[in-house]
């Protein structure tokens, strides 16, 4: 198997696990670093040590969300051989400072467009490529050149063994993948070259300055142009030559670069920095040694360990010196500074693990988050080289500080890091629409209900520190955030759902992919409460009840409605393990004394979703998070609650584990009777004592011991079952959730039905309507049956529970408008993309610039026509489609609008047709009135939007069918 075993040309013999004769170490733990190249994971095989700042490996993808990492399994063409890599993430970036040795004539286009044979790229040999924990090796073909990388944690270390005589090169390419901003190539000496590249994609400006020594002097250096972004430096080799390249990296400048690469690579032995990096890799890996079922489980297992030791990635150079968010360079000779932190993916697992095996890195991670709060004014939601992306949802370094401080890691000024918190939360971008509503209203912000879900469980993280602080100064709605999730929650449907203007928003479907989740729908997302999983049990009817939604769930057909969501994969029924939202849910059934269930289902994840093979994972590995769920669950528990310090216990898949803490403690765990079939559990002692808990808590690992399961092949319904051995995650405090004002539409003709409701039935309801914005004199009136209204006006709901001071408000606006016509769609517009629904192009509701807030009609692949009939013969001076561009998301102005008048609706004229001058290439999102003026009178006006057509060549979108966004048709 190419993944572990040792090939006999590298360096020179033949190296077998364990240790060479002359003492130079490799790998003890067999790992895979293929698993995720294929399918969706999104990693790479190069080569890099545990959080280090390079990540050397083959650039196999140039573009693509496949091509994320820079490489997918399933390539056949090496266009380089770059030093930063990302693992797992959604969106691509990195692949900076790309070297690629070739033979012949020079050639400085990569052959992407025009075909390898016309670039310095080549085809290679799949059958011996080889990829190990610090190291990789590729033949590339064309050249008939032995390609072998290791690296320090800041130089990238490159051995070239040529299979033929003649002239080589070793190509610089600056400008590979990202947008260049400004470069430099400086050749310093006869075998030395330094540099830099400033670049943007992800990351807004991302720094990589470079120092690179070639083994032996070049011939001559030759330059692409006179910008010189490329250059080629040229050899005379004859067969068995080597070349070795070292090449230190910076974010901070060319002297850091340089200072990086003599501290940490001062020699010309590859076997020795291969050694090095393996020691690094024994060290880290050896956190954990575990017996497992098979091989197969073990690679997979240590693979997953090793991915969740890629990043974050150092950032600082040798000195201390690091790149701050402010651009600006700083300095810490105290302890590293990182970088690449996918908080929304890693607070849920990869996180919590550090707390188990890295908690000096924590307080290293938390104090980069307070650096960076001091030059940014926030926390990190995903920072990425310096730069905030404000990539995915909620502000979760507070998960991350508050579930370090509640097990006891606090090597950080813990005050400064509630303040940080605190500021951060405050965020514009952060808040619940208002105070008041405590909720995101789905028509003002996208992603609305994840967005309350995530908000909630990140104020709860942050009342949990200020509570353990004693810090009471908070305002009472501060702590009603924590409650958020019950404004959303439709106690008739089960699901959270969006809400707007107080009800809510249009038709439902819980399958349904739309932009009021955030990578789900809302079967994904509908359990995230994990901070108050007893009241989210309550809320749905109990342990029976919830159960029973569980097992739907996992039960339901896999199908699912709305827009194409990649990150959607590894579907057990509604169940999602591909992404994130989905990844404490199989676990939940222990909080209903149900834990068999639990059992059964993570070990069929387990079995299902993990594989020793490229496709290995059910989806991107999310700088670890994907990975971070296996470790968990194959030693037998997971971190639902981040924040809460315990795990909930699964099915074990190791036979034993040993633990390897920094405190000098070893925590074991055994699984006596471990097998494919037995994965139930019988019973369970930790330290010898009977244990009936179906959870760990944090202290009974740190302070070492041991867990033992007992294992069958029948479940143990007598095990974890009773109240009290069960994990609690509960809030202690009430809260009465807004009551509901639900109608058929904000707008109206002759009068509308409004309906007020509350999930709780002790509640008393009670309304006002105010047309007159003098509520205060405004009468109340108590809620016994639904009522209509007949002018435009605004109601506030109450809900108050007697005997208890509990209050809650809702208000709604609604807009009556004039009856003088109506509409006929001739197309048919997405669901997700509804607005208000047939009537939504003439109810005089506007979008704004944001498309996914419900306002916009979306129409894919088809042009819009629409036709309206007036109730009578009309003058008519001017008409208009509103229509909206984000070409980023597909969304393209109509190429034109034809306007047609009929006095029978049958035979129509057209009037004029309206071109869109607007450029098809501008990004951003942008809107328009396409407009004619006239002097008619008419009974019946058509309009008709022609779509723009297919995505154009060099969209991202190319080939994909275009849509049309209309709110409005305007008829003066």
């Known amino acids: 198997m190419k993944y572990f075993l040792i090939i006999i040309f590298l360096f020179g013999g033949i190296i077998s696990m364990g240790q060479t004769p002359d003492g130079q170490m490799i790998s003890t733990h067999r790992i895979n670093p293929f698993i995720g190249t294929g399918g969706h994971g999104h990693t790479f095989p190069g080569a890099t040590v545990p959080f280090g700042m390079v990540q050397l490996s083959p650039d196999t993808r140039l573009e693509g969300w496949d091509g994320c990492s820079g490489y997918h399994y399933s390539d056949s063409i090496i266009y380089g051989f770059s030093h930063t890599h990302l693992s797992g993430t959604g969106v691509s970036d990195y692949g900076d400072i790309l070297f690629m040795p070739t033979m012949g004539e020079i050639k400085f ?241 990869t996180h919590p693990l550090y707390t188990i095996i890295e908690q000096k890195r924590t307080n290293e991670f938390i104090n980069t988050f307070l650096k960076q709060f001091k030059q940014s004014g926030l926390l990190p939601v995903w920072e990425l080289a310096g730069n905030e992306t404000n990539c995915m949802i909620g502000f979760h370094s507070a998960s991350v500080i508050a579930d370090a401080y509640v097990k006891n890691i606090r090597d950080y000024n813990v005050n400064e890091a509630l303040d940080a918190m605190l500021v951060s939360a405050g965020d514009k971008e952060k808040r619940f629409t208002t105070p008041n509503k405590n909720y995101v209203q789905a028509q003002f912000k996208a992603e609305s209900v994840s967005k309350t879900l995530e908000y909630a469980y990140d104020h709860w993280c942050i009342q949990l520190m200020k509570d353990s602080l004693n810090k009471f100064q908070d305002l009472q709605s501060q702590r009603n955030h924590l409650f958020a999730y019950r404004n959303l929650f439709d106690k008739e449907t089960g699901f959270m759902r969006p809400r707007k203007n107080g009800g809510w928003f249009g038709s439902f479907d819980p399958t349904e992919v739309n932009f009021h989740f955030t990578e789900a729908n809302s079967w994904q997302y509908s359990m995230f409460v994990p901070h108050n999983i007893s009241d989210l049990i309550a809320l749905h009817g109990g342990d029976e009840a919830f159960e029973k939604k569980l097992d739907e769930l996992f039960n339901s057909s896999s199908e699912m409605g709305g827009r194409h969501q990649s990150d959607i994969t590894g579907l057990i029924g509604q169940y999602a393990h591909g992404n994130e939202p989905s990844h ?97 559990v019988q019973s369970v002692t930790l330290n010898g004592e009977t244990y009936p808990y179906s959870f760990i808590n944090h202290t009974n690992i740190m302070n070492g011991g041991e867990l033992v399961f007992e294992m069958g092949g029948i479940p143990n319904k007598s095990w974890g079952v009773k109240e009290e051995y069960r994990p609690v995650s509960v809030v202690n405090r009430d809260y009465l959730s807004l009551p509901v004002i639900q109608s058929a539409s904000q707008t109206f003709e002759d ?126 001076n001017k008409i208009s489609l509103s229509c909206l561009q984000d070409i980023q998301s597909w969304i393209w102005y109509p190429k034109n609008v034809s306007f047609y008048s009929s006095t029978d609706g049958v035979q129509w004229t057209l009037i004029e047709k309206v071109n869109n001058k607007f450029a098809d290439d501008a990004y951003g999102a942008f809107t328009q009135e396409l407009s004619l003026n006239t002097k008619m009178k008419t009974k019946f006006i058509k309009v008709v939007a022609e779509n723009y057509g297919v995505c154009p060549e060099w969209h991202l979108g190319n080939g994909g069918n275009a849509w049309i966004f209309v709110d409005e048709i305007i008829i003066d």
């Not at 944690?153 to 400004?182: C, N, P, Q, W």
């Not at 099915?651 to 139930?680: H, Q, R, T």
């Open 109 to 349: 286009n990569n052959g992407y467009k025009e075909g390898v044979d016309n670039g310095y790229a080549s085809r290679f040999a799949k059958e011996i490529e080889y990829a190990f924990d610090g190291m990789y090796t590729a033949y590339l073909v064309d050249y008939k050149i032995q390609v072998i990388v290791t690296c320090t944690e800041r130089t990238g270390i490159h051995e070239y063994s040529f299979r033929k005589d003649g002239e080589a090169h070793v190509i610089l390419d600056l400008e590979h993948r990202d947008m260049l901003l400004k470069h430099a190539i400086n050749v310093d000496s006869k075998n030395s070259v330094s540099g830099k590249r400033i670049s943007k994609a992800w990351a807004n400006e991302q720094h990589v300055y470079f120092y690179a020594e070639f083994s032996k002097p070049f011939k001559s250096v030759e330059f692409n142009n006179a910008d010189s972004t490329k250059a080629a430096f040229t050899f005379d080799v004859n067969e068995g030559d080597s070349i070795i390249l070292k090449v230190g990296i910076s974010a901070v400048d060319e002297h850091g670069a340089k200072n990086n690469l003599l501290a940490e690579a001062p020699h010309w032995s590859m076997l020795k920095y291969y050694d090095n990096a393996t020691r690094k890799w024994n060290k880290a890996l050896g956190k954990m040694n575990g017996e497992f079922l098979n091989i197969d489980d073990e690679i997979i297992f240590n693979t997953a360990l090793y991915h969740n030791m890629i990043a974050p990635n150092t950032f600082s150079d040798v000195d201390g010196r690091y790149r701050g968010m402010d651009m600006k360079i700083h300095q810490d000779t105290t302890q590293k500074t990182y970088t690449v932190f996918s908080l929304w993916d890693t607070f849920r697992a």
């Open 751 to 876: 009068s509308l039905k409004v309906e007020i409701s509350h999930f709780n039935p002790e509640v008393k309801l009670e309304y006002i309507i105010d047309g007159t914005g003098k509520q205060l004199k405004a009468k109340v009136f108590e809620y016994d049956k639904p009522f209509y209204v007949r002018k435009s006006c605004s109601i506030t709901a109450m809900a108050t529970v007697p005997g208890k001071k509990l209050f809650s408000k809702e208000t709604a606006e609604f807009y009556k408008i004039k009856k003088d016509k109506k509409i006929t769609l001739n197309s048919t517009y997405a669901n997700q993309y509804a607005a208000a629904g047939n009537d939504a192009l003439i109810d005089q509701l506007r979008g704004g610039m944001n498309f996914r807030t419900g306002d916009w009609q979306g129409y894919q692949g088809q042009d819009m026509e629409a036709i309206i009939a007036f109730d009578e013969v009309k003058q008519i």
């Open 584 to 680: 404490h849910m199989a676990y939940l059934y222990n909080y209903v004394g149900k834990p068999w269930k639990t059992q059964a289902m993570v070990r069929r994840i387990m079995d299902e979703m993990y594989s020793n093979a490229p496709d290995g994972l059910s989806g991107n590995e999310d700088c670890g998070q994907m990975s971070a769920w296996y470790v968990f669950s194959a030693m037998g528990f997971y971190p639902v609650t981040p924040g809460l310090p315990y795990y909930t216990i699964g099915s074990p898949l190791v036979k034993e584990m040993n633990i390897n803490l920094e405190n000098g403690n070893v925590f074991k765990i055994v699984a006596n009777n471990n097998s494919d079939k037995n994965i139930y």
